[in-house]
């Protein structure tokens, strides 16, 4: 069964239809003398994971608790922050995907979540530093040097390629392509021409090389026999021609940027914050508890229940 990534964004159920079996006025968590209902929030589920509204609906709790205390302590957010927001975290791609989103959800709902967002992550920045300062917590020179010679691996850059290439399944082009590229030394221009992967034609592919995260290969569609003979080649080698099952691939590639091992001073700092935060950390579940034990909070589980299951379906499978 197909799983999907959990999007939750407080945004409207009546935008994507997700779980319209439930009305959108039900209510499914009160927080203190606050009721949140079905219209607040939208969940792409995991379909086999019967467990998964709630653990995403007690996620949601604990933020909106946070949020609401940032509320209340008088933090605010400035246009200027959700602009800056919108272009770190969803246009990441020096693309307009805010824009694209705008499509499909109201930009009310929209900007209350980034809003919310970004009360959340100020509240709990607040709290990390009134625990540095009350707790006195450093990080020394040598724990840095000593974590950094012990995990060396985990800020290494693996090697990676970038390439394009003429994807053929027709068999009897593989020779017209030869001739081709032969003739013009316009890869690109040929990939235009000949390559029937048209999503793919033009544009120069980037990769990481082994190991490779698998859901790269899935995302980008490249068989892994492909990628490994990519990082086989060296630069100025020209075109290179691998069979991948009954498909012919033409490679050109454009650059290899090899294994790069950063040195300490590079990445002191990234260490240095790493290690604070894993010091902060039992602090700010203490921090969390008590601000959850403060608020009344109480899920109506049953509802939850109800739609996951509905009546008769426990019959069926335990009659079947």
């Not at 990441?92 to 992550?121: Q, S």
């Not at 235009?192 to 859901?215: A, C, H, I, L, W």
């Not at 950063?262 to 039992?282: D, T």
């Amino acid at each position: 069964m197909k799983r999907y990534r959990i999007l939750m964004l407080w945004l409207m159920l009546a935008c994507t239809g997700t779980m319209s079996a439930l009305a959108q006025d039900t209510v499914v968590v009160e927080i203190g003398n606050e009721s949140i209902t079905m219209t607040g929030v939208t969940l792409l589920m995991l379909e086999d994971d019967p467990t998964l509204l709630a653990r995403v609906l007690d996620k949601y709790v604990a933020d909106k608790i946070i949020v609401n205390q940032a509320k209340k302590e008088g933090l605010q957010v400035t246009e200027e922050e959700i602009q800056k927001y919108i272009n770190e975290n969803i246009n990441t791609k020096g693309d307009d995907r805010y824009k694209k989103f705008l499509e499909i959800f109201p930009e009310k709902v929209l900007r209350d979540y980034i809003t919310d967002t970004i009360l959340r992550n100020k509240r709990v920045e607040q709290e990390r530093q009134k625990i540095v300062q009350e707790h006195k917590i450093t990080v020394t020179d040598a724990e840095v040097s000593q974590h950094y010679v012990k995990n060396i691996k985990k800020y290494t850059r693996p090697p990676q390629v970038r390439f394009q290439y003429i994807l053929l399944q027709d068999a009897k082009k593989v020779a017209e392509v030869e001739k081709a590229l032969k003739e013009s030394p316009d890869f690109e221009e040929l990939a235009q021409k000949y390559s029937e992967d048209r999503d793919s034609v033009g544009r120069v592919n980037f990769d990481t090389g082994p190991p490779r995260p698998r859901f790269l290969l899935e995302r980008d569609g490249f068989p892994a026999a492909l990628l490994d003979e990519v990082f086989k080649m060296t630069p100025g080698e020209g075109v290179k021609k691998v069979k991948v099952g009954e498909i012919t691939i033409f490679i050109k590639l454009i650059q290899l940027i090899p294994l790069y091992e950063p040195p300490l001073g590079e990445v002191k700092e990234l260490i240095r914050k790493e290690l604070e935060a894993q010091e902060i950390e039992p602090y700010i579940q203490e921090w969390f508890r008590n601000i959850m034990n403060q608020t009344p909070v109480e899920f109506k589980v049953s509802l939850i229940r109800d739609y996951l299951q509905p009546p008769g379906e426990e019959e069926t499978k335990s009659g079947g």
